[in-house]
């Protein structure tokens, strides 16, 4: 099964950027679509935004379009998340994911192979 590593994650003051990293353990990296949750204090886990295995194709949460990009590099197995104009409301764990099928999108959390341990953001001045 396919494991991932996030890091990245730290506090960061509101307006600034940060970009997550997922490190994919699977040399079947290339095939997987892959996908960024977050879950914030006393809230639900959300979907953030997703890939496909091809990286042309993606999906975000409303809420995240236009500041946060998915990207994806096969070479080094690893997917990135560029995250601008941070809010608070950005803060919370943020978690890797990885589905076999690579399309279409899944944006439910059980959707997804294989999840990571997740990665703290925090956005706060």
């Known amino acids: 099964q396919v494991q991932l590593v996030e890091s990245g994650g730290e506090l960061v003051q509101p307006g600034g950027s940060l970009r997550l990293s997922c490190a994919a353990s699977e040399r079947f990296f290339s095939t997987y679509a892959m996908g960024w949750f977050r879950q914030a204090p006393g809230k639900e886990r959300e979907f953030v935004t997703a890939v496909d295995s091809s990286g042309r194709r993606a999906d975000y949460n409303d809420v995240v379009r236009g500041r946060f990009t998915i990207s994806r590099d096969i070479r080094k197995n690893t997917i990135y998340l560029q995250m601008n104009s941070l809010k608070p409301e950005d803060t919370g764990v943020y978690y890797c994911?990885?589905?076999?099928?690579?399309?279409?999108?899944?944006?439910?959390?059980?959707?997804?192979?294989?999840w990571g341990q997740g990665t703290q953001v925090t956005v706060s001045s």
């Open positions: 994911v990885a589905r076999r099928r690579s399309y279409p999108l899944a944006t439910l959390w059980t959707s997804y192979d294989a």
